[in-house]
Every structure is written in C-alpha cells, then in structure tokens.
C-alpha cells in the first residue's frame, strides 16, 4: 500500500516586551526675592560755639562800648581816691599844731610813685565753648508689600515625579500551523466490504 504522508512544522514568532520603569524627577525649588532694606537718615550737623570774649577782654581787645564801661569806672575810681587823698590831707592840715612837718609828709608821699608788681598770665580766662545742636535721626522704612516679611518674599515649587511604567508582554504570533497530509497514492486497492 502506497502511502503519502506529508507534515508541515507549526511556526510562530514570540515577540516579548521586556517591562520598563522611566521616571523623570524635578527638584524642589525656592524662589527668594529679596528688597535692600531703607534707612531714612536725616542730619543736623553740630555747631561749636566757642566764645573767646572775656580773653581778648583781659589782654585789652574790648569793644567800644565795654572799653567805654572800663574808662568811666576807672575815672569813678580815680575821682573818688583823689577826694578820700585830699580829704585825709585837709583832715592832716587841721591838726597842724600837733605836729610841724606835715606838708614836708604831704610832699614826700605824693612826689613818690609807688608801683605795684607781680606775676601773671594773659588771658586768666578760658574761652567758653558750648555744642549747639547736632542730631542724627535713623527711620528704616517699611518696604513690607502683600505676602512679605522686612522685604523677603519666596515662592516655593515642591518636587515631582513622573514615571511610567510598561508592562512586559509575550505575543506570540502563529505564523502557519502544523499540518499532516495523508494520501494515498497506488492504484490496488483491496476493500472488503
């Protein structure tokens, strides 16, 4: 008996899609803006006053008035000397009796110049010194706008993660089955029926 056998392998392709995790990260990230603080700063500028008047009084630099004062007590002072002087010499002369030289006194005191010395400095005085004025005033401003602290505002972005994940897979793809193909191929055939 003749026969014809003939078979066909099955084919198929696998097609695998191996898993995958992507992930992209951002960092955090803080924003800070920050405004120079300002200070208001107002001045006066201090004045020394130094008075030197009673010193260049002493050494003889007065004004006209002050010089004037000096003179009139001066000449007040000498006028009245000169009347106690003659007062004691009229006084001296009515006791005349009592004692014969008293002109020849007279004469000698006053044909004497008595002078007067001593030691001293110029000026005696010390200048007066006096500080007028002089002020310093400091105002920091407020520079505060909505949402900031002496002038410091941030903005905060938190951090993120993005990620994707693939799953893995197999396909498998038949690309022809498997077949077995039996035929007869004589001419005798014996049937029994």
Request: hydrophobic share 35%; net charge neutral.
């Given at each position: 008996?003749?026969?014809?056998?003939?078979?066909?392998?099955?084919?198929?392709?696998?097609?695998?899609?191996?898993?995958?995790?992507?992930?992209?990260?951002?960092?955090?990230?803080?924003?800070?803006?920050?405004?120079?603080?300002?200070?208001?700063?107002?001045?006066?500028?201090?004045?020394?006053?130094?008075?030197?008047?009673?010193?260049?009084?002493?050494?003889?630099?007065?004004?006209?008035?002050?010089?004037?004062?000096?003179?009139?007590?001066?000449?007040?002072?000498?006028?009245?000397?000169?009347?106690?002087?003659?007062?004691?010499?009229?006084?001296?002369?009515?006791?005349?009796?009592?004692?014969?030289?008293?002109m020849l006194d007279i004469i000698k005191r006053d044909a004497r110049t008595m002078h007067e010395f001593g030691m001293g400095t110029m000026p005696k005085s010390r200048p007066t010194v006096e500080l007028i004025g002089g002020t310093l005033t400091l105002e920091a401003e407020n520079n505060n706008g909505p949402g900031e602290i002496n002038g410091v505002s941030g903005t905060y972005?938190?951090?993120?993660?993005?990620?994707?994940?693939?799953?893995?897979?197999?396909?498998?793809?038949?690309?022809?089955?498997?077949?077995?193909?039996?035929?007869?191929?004589?001419?005798?055939?014996?049937?029994?029926?």
């Amino acid at each position: 008996m003749l026969l014809q056998i003939r078979t066909s392998p099955a084919r198929y392709e696998l097609q695998i899609t191996h898993a995958k995790l992507e992930w992209k990260v951002r960092n955090a990230e803080l924003h800070i803006r920050q405004k120079p603080p300002l200070v208001k700063i107002d001045t006066e500028q201090p004045v020394l006053d130094i008075d030197q008047y009673q010193c260049f009084a002493e050494s003889g630099l007065k004004n006209n008035l002050d010089q004037a004062r000096e003179y009139a007590q001066k000449g007040y002072r000498n006028v009245l000397q000169y009347i106690a002087k003659e007062a004691r010499d009229g006084d001296a002369m009515a006791k005349i009796g009592h004692k014969a030289n008293i002109m020849l006194d007279i004469i000698k005191r006053d044909a004497r110049t008595m002078h007067e010395f001593g030691m001293g400095t110029m000026p005696k005085s010390r200048p007066t010194v006096e500080l007028i004025g002089g002020t310093l005033t400091l105002e920091a401003e407020n520079n505060n706008g909505p949402g900031e602290i002496n002038g410091v505002s941030g903005t905060y972005i938190p951090w993120d993660i993005e990620y994707k994940y693939t799953p893995w897979d197999v396909k498998i793809i038949m690309l022809s089955y498997g077949s077995v193909d039996i035929k007869y191929v004589g001419n005798n055939v014996d049937t029994y029926i």
